[in-house]
């Protein structure tokens, strides 16, 4: 049985991924249509050894697809996702707009894949921020077994999480400094080669960032509304993969060997141990990789049945174009009949 896709935002980071990854995964594709602003269209993207052309978002007919992969921003996911699903498709929406929207489910497949069903109140599906996948992803087997009463995360977010402009910035920049000119920050606030930035996303009221503020939230609706959420995000000049040092305070006494064993058995998790060849792993070493993968796991002993790990994923493709893949090969095994 196959299913005509259509990739809304295919002339972008995630949106170039999510053709791959349909490809690469053998995804059931009858027609596959690659959508972009008026601007890109005519240019072409590849999907498999196919090169197909990209059609106007604006004058696309969505009654010719069953499912609809977006990550085009989330003004454009606002006006276009509701016209794809009342035409009859379903929309995986990459975007923030819906995340917190009751009647549309947040879906990470190795979480909450129960979650899909609810997909029919409205016909769209939001996949979480790249940063919340990766995490709740390592914290779900732990929360199983030994219920999490408190997380405190610090991210290190590459510039891709920003797109295409963002990563050319960091490159611009770092060719800058060393022919001795000025970097000139106009994607970021501030330089970001060879820098930190405090900052992703807007400030709001309670001076968290939006960012960190979505990573609270969002692991509430995923994983448990109890779980209180502390976060700290930072950009860091790495190109590709984020990174996240997770402090997790349980219920009850989990040993870091515990831990170890039960996050080596969880899906779509890899865990790199301190005693291992490797030791720990890095932004660098899973890009192109599907797992989250977790190294330096530690018992904390200033809390109560505390743990420290590392995690680190590639944020295009697990926290974005991979999860909304994998949403849609549930939705088809279990909920779409043609």
């Not at 990854?21 to 498999?48: K, N």
């Not at 970097?183 to 709001?204: G, L, Y």
């Not at 040092?245 to 779509?268: D, H, T, Y």
């Amino acid at each position: 049985m196959k299913y005509n896709v259509a990739v809304v935002g295919a002339s972008g980071n995630v949106g170039r991924e999510m053709l791959q990854i349909l490809s690469e995964r053998g995804f059931p594709t009858g027609e596959v249509y690659a959508l972009s602003s008026a601007r890109s269209a005519g240019g072409e993207v590849s999907f498999g050894d196919q090169d197909i052309k990209l059609q106007d978002l604006a004058k696309f007919d969505f009654s010719q697809t069953d499912i609809v992969l977006s990550s085009a921003g989330g003004s454009v996911s606002a006006e276009f996702a509701p016209r794809a699903a009342a035409a009859g498709a379903v929309v995986i929406d990459n975007t923030s707009h819906f995340r917190m929207d009751p009647d549309v489910p947040l879906v990470v497949p190795e979480v909450n894949p129960e979650a899909i069903a609810g997909y029919t109140k409205k016909n769209i599906i939001a996949n979480p921020n790249c940063s919340t996948i990766q995490m709740v992803v390592a914290l779900k087997p732990l929360h199983d077994a030994a219920k999490i009463k408190r997380v405190v995360v610090s991210t290190y977010q590459s510039v891709s999480g920003a797109g295409k402009d963002a990563m050319d910035e960091l490159f611009n920049q770092t060719r800058a400094i060393f022919m001795n000119a000025t970097p000139n920050p106009q994607k970021f606030k501030k330089q970001i080669a060879f820098n930190t930035i405090p900052q992703i996303d807007v400030f709001m009221d309670d001076r968290r960032t939006k960012e960190e503020w979505k990573m609270d939230v969002e692991t509430k609706k995923i994983l448990d509304p109890h779980i209180k959420v502390c976060a700290n995000c930072v950009r860091v000049p790495a190109f590709i993969g984020h990174a996240e040092m997770v402090n997790v305070e349980f219920e009850r006494e989990i040993s870091a060997q515990e831990a170890l064993a039960i996050l080596a058995k969880a899906p779509g998790v890899s865990v790199i141990d301190l005693e291992s060849e490797m030791e720990f792993i890095t932004q660098v070493e899973i890009q192109g990789e599907d797992d989250v993968f977790i190294s330096r796991l530690r018992e904390d002993p200033t809390v109560e049945n505390g743990l420290n790990f590392w995690c680190v994923a590639d944020n295009l493709r697990k926290g974005a174009a991979l999860n909304a893949v994998q949403i849609a090969e549930i939705l088809v095994r279990d909920y779409l009949k043609k």
